[in-house]
């Protein structure tokens, strides 16, 4: 069984903001996806719409041509956000398809955002890899999504949640769908080793999702690192990582990694996590 599922990255300078990490992050979440989709022997498109000169216009082909039965976006707050409402217009009106929010902002705020987008189905809630294949086939199947956990649904007047999903394991997801994205070589390449942080800063929403602090194997890690050198020969690798010093035994083992193959490496750490010598 093949479902066609397209998922969307908004583009960030379409009302004049720009996301965290700048316009050029990559959409590492929905490719993650698109792995789990894959690994599921489902179809799936990306559409990164700030690396896309002809977004709008591919969107449009895409959803008169081939139309999906799932539409999955990612959402940042002012970032993006009145053109993934757009997107969510356009879908309904081209093809009809099940609409599905992720993202920080759907997961903070999923009550705001149904409220807001009345052609939006469904939010996710947490982390979507262990729940992205049922959503896809509840899609497509055209009935309610109640059986899939993880989501914030319309129930009438009221909203609510179809239960909780939890986080997926690092060790057993699959690997982004490298393929669908146009990655420089020999430029910087992004990885993730870890998600989510024990600390409990008020700015962060890690505060606010309590997920927890989780790690790749090393030897996952390691894995992923040797087949981004064999195909695309990055000069850097950038780490998306919550907080990448959480365990510094682990940061100074991938440190090493790097070193041997002499890569530079940016990521993102509490000021603490700092000390002489690290």
């Known amino acids: 069984e093949w479902l066609r599922q397209l998922h969307a990255a908004p583009h960030p300078r379409r009302h004049g903001r720009v996301p965290y990490g700048g316009p050029d992050m990559v959409p590492l979440g929905l490719l993650y996806l698109a792995g789990a989709l894959r690994e599921q022997g489902l179809s799936v498109r990306v559409l990164d719409c700030p690396t896309t000169p002809d977004a709008d216009a591919q969107l449009d082909r895409i959803l008169r041509e081939t139309p999906p039965a799932l539409v999955g976006i990612t959402t940042f707050t002012n ?3 009145f053109h993934a409402m757009e997107i969510s217009r356009k879908v309904k009106a081209l093809c009809g398809a099940r609409v599905v929010w992720g993202g920080v902002h759907a997961m903070l705020l999923p009550d705001v955002s149904l409220r807001d987008e009345p052609t939006l189905d ?4 947490g982390e979507g890899e262990g729940i992205i294949a049922a959503l896809a086939r509840a899609a497509a199947g055209g009935g309610s999504l109640d ?3 993880g989501l914030a649904i319309r129930d009438g007047a009221s909203i609510r949640s179809t239960g909780e999903s ?3 394991e690092l060790g057993r997801i699959a690997s982004h769908a490298w393929d669908l994205y146009p990655f420089p070589t020999g430029g910087r390449f992004p990885m993730v080793t870890s998600r989510g942080c024990p600390f409990q800063c008020a700015f962060c929403y890690n505060t606010a999702l309590r997920t927890g602090y989780r790690a790749a194997p090393l030897e996952r890690v390691e894995a992923e690192l040797d087949r981004a050198c064999q195909i695309y020969h990055p000069r850097e690798i950038l780490f998306y990582d919550d907080n990448f010093c959480v365990r510094k035994d682990r940061a100074l083992a ?16 509490r000021v603490d996590g700092i000390e002489r010598g690290f």
Do not use: N, Q, Y
Request: with cysteine; aromatic share 4%; glycine share 14%.
């Open 79 to 81: 970032c993006g956000l």
């Open 147 to 149: 059986s899939v956990p």
């Open 166 to 168: 939890g986080p997926p």
């Open 122 to 125: 469904a939010c996710a809630l």
């Open 254 to 269: 991938i440190g090493e990694m790097l070193a041997k193959r002499g890569l530079a490496w940016d990521v993102d750490i």
